[in-house]
């Protein structure tokens, strides 16, 4: 690199009346391009108007966990690029994430690497949280959670990011149990084999393995509470749900642990499992859900076996072959096969309070959750008349 340098230096004798000149005949300088990184330029004291040094691209932004995921983001000074497909109407309430010029968006394609390339290019972050809960004509669960997660994977890699954060599931295995179907869920077996193309092609990769997720808008307490999952006013589970053990896990828990993972580069290659405090058994989480609606015995619900019901079975089936949209499409057999499998937690893995996370019961969450679902909850009850809390479900010891 050449300096500046000084020739041809003349200077006038001091006279009365004049100074001193100088002027410079000719200057090198130095051609060399020097590349800044947008961490180094961090600005402000913290929170949504300032700038943390992370610019995060969040693939599937626009789903359930994604919009906690990105408002968490935008409150911590985060710059967010948000990958879509299909109208740009579905993400442009995440704009608000974020401060001014700090939230952008852009199309793009799963299988096309050009694209995925551009969101990802000038990021230090990625997160994936690309999901398919059922099959479509246009992406299987092959599709999407192998063979997308580990080309998001690659082009983050050969793109020199920093951080990649990949959601997998909890129960995930090469070999899922099977308590319905032949050989188990389709979908778990899937996100096992995600997991091992991610790592593959980013060995540094944080996965995290959630349980049944809830919140607002969720699948979870949705899908029990949709008429679609009864047959009229019964609820089947298969055995009745007796001999099925759940841990769901807020939503909110999830992004924190995301977000706290991305703060701590020592979660770098580390899996975690993202399930609640407390363990349950299926049926008395949809009895407890159904008390909570007010959907009692009075108003005609009942818990029963789904092995002696052939016309839900057909329903399911139905439902599977027809592969039609939310709410009714995630009605389908490999659905019915994950619900009923009991969720296994590790000793040997780490969870979301090894993250700092406090957890949130679901005593304290769902009530609220549940509140649009409640039956008359607008008419037919008298606001003086003394409303007795329902009963928490028991709690596996």
């Known amino acids: 690199m050449a300096a500046v340098t000084f020739t041809g230096v ?21 051609t060399e391009n020097k590349a800044y990184n ?13 700038f943390n040094g992370i610019v995060a691209t969040v693939f599937g932004c626009s789903g359930f966990i994604g919009r906690y995921v990105c408002n968490r983001l935008g409150k911590i000074g985060t710059q967010l690029i948000l990958p879509y497909r299909g109208d740009p109407y579905d993400v442009m309430r995440l704009k608000v994430c974020g401060d001014l010029g700090q939230v952008y968006f852009h199309p793009y394609n799963l299988r096309d690497e050009e694209s995925i390339e551009k969101v990802v290019r000038y990021s230090n972050v990625v997160i994936n949280l690309v999901g398919r809960d059922w099959e479509t004509r246009n992406y299987n669960f092959e599709d999407v959670h192998v063979k997308g997660a580990g080309l998001l994977a690659k082009v983050a890699k050969q793109a020199g990011v920093e951080r990649f954060i990949h959601v997998s599931a909890l129960n995930a295995a090469e070999h899922p149990e099977s308590v319905i179907l032949k050989n188990g869920s ?19 990769a ?23 999952r009864r047959q009229g006013q019964w609820m089947p589970l298969w055995k009745k749900g007796e001999e099925t053990i759940k841990q769901p896990v807020f939503v909110s828990d999830l992004a924190a642990g995301i977000i706290a993972a991305i703060k701590d580069s020592d979660t770098a290659g580390k899996t975690y499992q993202a399930v609640g405090p ?33 016309f839900f079975q057909m329903r399911v089936s139905m439902t599977e072959l027809a592969r039609v949209s939310w709410p009714l499409g995630n009605l389908h057999w490999d659905k019915v096969e994950r619900e009923h499998v009991t969720d296994a937690v590790r000793n040997d893995i780490p969870t979301l309070e090894d993250l700092g996370i406090c957890l949130t019961p ?9 509140k ?4 008359d909850l607008y008419q037919g009850h008298d606001v003086d008349e003394p409303y007795t809390e329902p009963a928490p479900p028991k709690v596996v010891a």
Do not use: C
Request: proline share 4%; aromatic share 20%; hydrophobic share 35%.
């Open 206 to 228: 944080t996965i995290f393995r959630p349980a049944d997720v809830y919140g607002q808008e969720d699948r979870f307490l949705r899908y029990y509470a949709h008429v679609w």
């Open 10 to 30: 003349s200077s006038l004798k001091q006279q009365t009346g004049f100074i001193g000149i100088a002027y410079i005949r000719a200057a090198n300088y130095s």
């Open 186 to 204: 389709k979908f778990l077996a899937s996100k096992w084999r995600g997991e091992q193309a991610v790592l593959e092609a980013f060995p540094d």
């Open 362 to 370: 679901m005593e304290d969450q769902v009530p609220w959750e549940l």
């Open 278 to 310: 407390k363990r349950y058994y299926l049926s008395e989480l949809v009895d407890w859900f159904y008390r909570l609606m007010r959907k009692n015995k009075e108003w005609g619900y009942w818990r029963y076996d789904m092995r002696y019901d052939p």
């Open 38 to 50: 947008l961490a180094s330029l961090k600005r402000g004291t913290g929170g949504r108007s300032s």
């Open 372 to 375: 649009p679902w409640i039956y």
